[in-house]
């Protein structure tokens, strides 16, 4: 009898951790849905794709900040993506959850970085898009971290956004270096 309340208590409390997580979680949506604006949508026909790589979407953060996960509108959920850059800008396109784009105008900034939101995974594994989301008193500085299946892409990207480019370790908002 006794090893069976303890193993309810033990059930009792692991439910309540995962209901305070579940309720944190959604507080921070909930201040970040006012802070930051949301993310532009993809535009219906961004023309033909200069280049596109799949892989896993890691996270967006506040640039400077690579542990500070933004949760908001479904952004901090990771899973697989496919990442395609256009004229005007890069369609983060993600598996199973709402996509987004990121106007080549808005970013500032292009680097590689070994970590993000709690996923460490080795030197130059993420490739880390530095990028301003909103207008004016209202615009917020993040990065976006996505990892390819082909790491070997990376100099690609970074050329091709030669007028955002930054070197790695230099000027990379959020990205652990």
């Known amino acids: 009898m006794e090893r069976l309340l303890l193993s309810l208590l033990f059930a009792a409390l692991l439910a309540l951790c995962v209901y305070g997580m579940w309720r944190g979680w959604r507080r921070q949506a909930r ?9 532009p949508e ?17 996270a967006t953060t506040y ?26 800008g890069i369609d983060v396109d993600r598996a199973g959850m709402p996509g987004f784009w990121i106007p080549r105008s808005a970013i500032t900034g292009v680097a590689t970085g070994r970590g993000m939101a709690g996923k ?3 030197s130059n594994s993420l490739l880390v898009v530095t990028w301003v989301v909103g207008d004016g008193d209202d615009a917020v500085e993040v990065d976006t971290g ?5 790491r070997g892409v990376y ?3 970074i050329e ?3 007028g955002t480019q930054v070197e790695a370790g230099q000027g990379n908002g959020g990205a652990q270096v």
């Open 42 to 58: 993809r535009p219906e026909s961004p023309g033909a794709a200069e280049l596109e790589e799949s892989g896993l979407y890691v």
């Open 120 to 122: 460490v995974m080795g």
């Open 160 to 162: 091709r956004l030669d």
């Open 155 to 157: 100099p690609q990207w």
């Open 31 to 39: 201040t970040q849905s006012v802070r930051i604006p949301p993310f």
């Open 63 to 88: 640039a400077g900040h690579w542990q500070e996960r933004i949760v908001t509108r479904g952004a901090g959920l990771r899973g697989p993506a496919t990442l395609r850059l256009h004229a005007d």
């Open 146 to 150: 996505f990892r390819a299946d082909d």
